[in-house]
């Protein structure tokens, strides 16, 4: 079993679960709407000066639908290079 988390930002929030759906994958998650932080990409705080915020999706899963997330985040960070999207996984 898998823990798998995207982080990214909320901009890309569709094409991220458009992609999944087209993997077949992460069809259960939970998913938290607002994140604040300062990453790679820079601050997300979600106010007048920073005003983008990130999301995050928590997936639990087998190793094939691990690699399937994979593909579809892949496939998302390819025609959006710079929006800090990540993904984490453990087993």
């Given at each position: 079993m898998?823990?798998?988390e995207i982080?990214?930002n909320?901009?890309?929030?569709e094409?991220?679960?458009?992609a999944?759906a087209?993997?077949?994958?992460g069809?259960h998650y939970?998913?938290?709407?607002n994140?604040?932080?300062v990453?790679?990409c820079g ?5 007048a000066v920073w ?7 928590i ?7 691990a690699?399937?997330?994979?593909r579809?985040i892949?496939?998302v960070?390819?025609k ?7 993904l984490?996984g453990?087993?």
């Open positions: 898998n823990r798998v982080i990214a909320r901009s890309v929030e094409n991220i679960l458009e999944l087209k993997e077949e994958a069809k939970s998913k938290i709407p994140l604040y932080g990453g790679a601050p997300r705080m979600g106010d005003p983008e915020e990130n999301f995050a999706l997936i639990w899963c087998e190793d094939e639908e690699q399937a997330i994979k579809a892949a496939s960070k390819e959006f290079p710079g929006e800090g999207i990540k984490f453990l087993n």
